[in-house]
């Protein structure tokens, strides 16, 4: 009797059966009429996995990514090369004209310098590692509104100017040209810094001592451009484009792309150095352009065993649920839940750069997976859920995708006939949280992760038993 109390109280936490109107003694009458009536059973599938080539992964997300790396695992190089818009804060405004001391031979504005700087907070590789990339100036801006692949290249689809700025610029994140009581300094943030001193000229001919002028003046000509995001983008600063030349060994994770204008001006009797930046935030477009083998990621994919996930070569995993079997002889029973483990099987690469293991993991229906990060959805725990990776159990646990199934289920007469009918896939992504307002903490943004990761889990067709899905269901008699 107590099992049986036990497996009941299971269900109906599954399901949240129980009205919060139910007073304490109906609740305990109608436990007492009902529990002997409840039949739960469980049961055991095989699951069959496989490993999807995905090359053309969304490269809108929340990270940006610069460098050139070789996976130790695959001995494949991955190139990630930079694109960034930059935004006017509402109410801009620059120091007034009359207050500008910096000014040519014919008293105009202008700039005494100006930089791109490229803030990182994290970093794959060996930071003394030196590597080489040229700054290209847009000729329009990559527009909103549309999904940009991550293998995108604006150099390759048009998007750079032609007798624009080309930088070259050499880097390692490393920065040995700066002293290491600064790097100690709180306020110190990591940074590439791409010197942009050599003369400009605009698209109109006009030629100024440096990019830092053209912006200067651009200003002063007419401050409507520097009223929001999409004026400033289309009639002053179309964006950037960073890509990688030469140069093998780290990767940064870019936070944020700041473009800074450096000037004097008079305050007073006294002479100060100024600066006005523009950054790169989520209201404008950040992209990464990722170059990866192809040919050997799809070699990876067809290995029989196992199946991978791996950002940002575009390798993940492919889940064929069991359905028919699941239903067989319980057409009229619930499905309260279904747990699949997922075994990460042991890197034996002897590298000190491995990649890192994705933290968490989000399963879908296969054809929900463009839609899914095209429309920026969030999970619903009901046809999307999270796995967390378990470092002691060296594993990710799907406690209850009930909700996949069931729909699989209602769907088996209309639908089972289609590729994807009964298929789910694996894919990393980043898990955004927030503060509730009763202190708990909630998901609020799911996104695709981009960043250099990999795993590789025990898998493969459904009789070697690799994976299983245990089912829990119940049925009231006579019902």
Known sequence: MKSKLLMLALVLCTFGIISCDDTTNELGGSLTGEVDNLKI????????????????????????????????????????????????LKNYQMIDNQKIVSRDAEDKVVADSCQLILYYN?????????????????????????????????????????????????????????????????????????KMYGAYTDKSGTTYNNYGTYIMRKYY??????????????????????????????????????????YRYKDGEKIKNGTTSFTGTEEVLQLTNFDVDQTQMQ?????????????????????????????RGHETDTINSAKIELKRMINETNSA????????????PSDSLASFFKKGKNIDNKTSYIAHYDASANNYVFNNIAGIVNLFAKTRNTASNTANWGKVVVVP??????????????????????????????????????????????KFNGR
């Open 353 to 364: 750069y491995t990649l890192d293991v994705p933290k968490h993991l989000l399963i879908l």
């Open 41 to 88: 059973k469980a049961d055991t599938f095989n699951v069959g996995s496989k490993s999807i080539f995905a090359p053309d992964m969304i490269a809108h997300s929340s990270r940006g990514f610069l460098g050139q790396v070789k996976d130790p695992e695959t001995n494949t190089y991955i190139t990630a090369n930079y694109m960034s818009q930059f935004n006017v």
């Open 429 to 474: 992504v980043d898990v955004h949280t927030t503060k509730t307002s009763d202190g708990q903490t909630a998901i609020n943004k799911i996104s695709l992760f981009m960043g250099l990761s990999s795993a590789k889990l025990l898998g493969g067709d459904a009789a070697t038993g690799n994976i299983k899905m245990s089912v829990v269901y119940s």
């Open 221 to 262: 000509e007419n401050q409507a451009n520097f009223r929001n995001a999409y004026q400033f983008l289309h009639e002053v600063c179309p964006g950037f484009f960073f890509k990688i030349t030469s140069g093998l060994g780290s990767m940064a994770q870019v936070s944020a792309a700041q473009l800074v204008v450096f």
């Open 122 to 194: 994290n970093h794959y590789g060996d930071s003394t590692a030196q590597l080489k990339m040229t700054v290209y100036e847009l000729q329009k801006p990559v527009e909103e509104g549309r999904i940009y692949p991550s293998s995108f290249s604006p150099l390759a689809e048009g998007y750079v100017r032609n007798g624009g700025i080309a930088v070259e610029q050499s880097y390692t994140l490393s920065a040995a040209n700066i002293s290491d009581s600064l790097k100690a300094d709180k306020k110190y943030a990591p940074h590439i810094r791409v």
């Open 299 to 327: 070699r990876l994919a067809n290995i029989q065993g196992s199946s991978y996930i791996k950002t940002p070569a575009g390798l993940f995993t492919e889940f064929t649920l069991p359905i028919a079997e699941v239903l």
